[in-house]
């Protein structure tokens, strides 16, 4: 469903991502675990051709991602960051509906799909009223997943979508969104540095240092065998949140 083939990028003199071959399978759910700068962020914003990297081929479901087709794919694929991103002047539905509103959608197809996501989500009809200003973070996290799962992409890309919370509100959301992927069954590349937001929602994992995947597969298998010293301290910093 997603390939990176010799994926790399460099700022200047400093290599963000070196040449890295990634591939995550149709309702498979990967987790790109590492320390701040490790590249993580660079990978999955690379899917989307929001990073253009220098060298290397990223398809997703069989598509190139070139300058050509990344509006495409982009609306295939839905996206959320940290803090979730929301637009303050528009109101939580504003906000979800922004793109089946460019797309044409009537307001009764869009209040029906939202209501649907809404439920799933476990988010109050009403906040969709409210502006961001007025929500919780939990609130804000929840409306930037109705937003990017509106047009029912075949992909979600998550950036740290949890890291501004609260632990006890992480700790529900990661719970509801493990929920939510399931149901769905969509293709999920997540970043986060968390283990614990990857024993929740990830299948199998891919630890990254210094702009390399130094390790991939399931948890339990990383923290029982880590093939560097880095993975060695990553994982024992946070053995406490295994389960």
Do not use: C
């Not at 929840?142 to 950036?159: E, F, H």
């Amino acid at each position: 469903m997603i390939q990176l083939h010799g994926v790399a990028k460099r700022y200047g003199p400093t290599v963000a991502l070196h040449p890295t071959d990634l591939a995550v399978g149709r309702g498979d759910v990967l987790a790109l675990l590492g320390t701040s700068g490790s590249g993580k962020s660079t990978l999955l914003r690379a899917v989307l051709r929001l990073v253009v990297p220098d060298a290397g081929m990223v398809a997703v479901d069989g598509v190139e991602v070139t300058d050509a087709t990344a509006l495409e794919v982009r609306r295939r694929a839905g996206y959320v960051i940290q803090g979730g991103g929301l637009f303050p002047h528009l109101t939580a539905r504003g906000n979800a509906g922004l793109l089946p509103r460019h797309l044409g959608w009537s307001d009764a197809r869009l209040d029906a799909r939202l209501a649907e996501l809404a439920e799933l989500a476990r988010l109050a009809p009403d906040t969709l009223g409210r502006f961001p200003a007025e929500l919780s973070g939990g609130q804000r996290q929840r409306v930037a997943l109705l937003r990017a799962l509106v047009l029912s992409p075949d992909v979600l890309l998550l950036d740290e979508p949890l890291g501004a919370l609260d632990p006890v509100t992480r700790d529900g959301l990661q719970r509801d969104l493990a929920g939510i992927v399931a149901d769905l069954g969509t293709t999920v590349l997540l970043v986060t540095h968390d283990l614990r937001e990857a024993a929740v929602l990830a299948d199998r994992v891919a630890v990254m240092d210094g702009g390399r995947i130094v390790q991939r597969g399931r948890l339990e298998e990383i923290a029982d065998a880590p093939a560097t010293p880095f993975v060695e301290a990553f994982v024992e910093a946070q053995r406490y949140a295994l389960p």
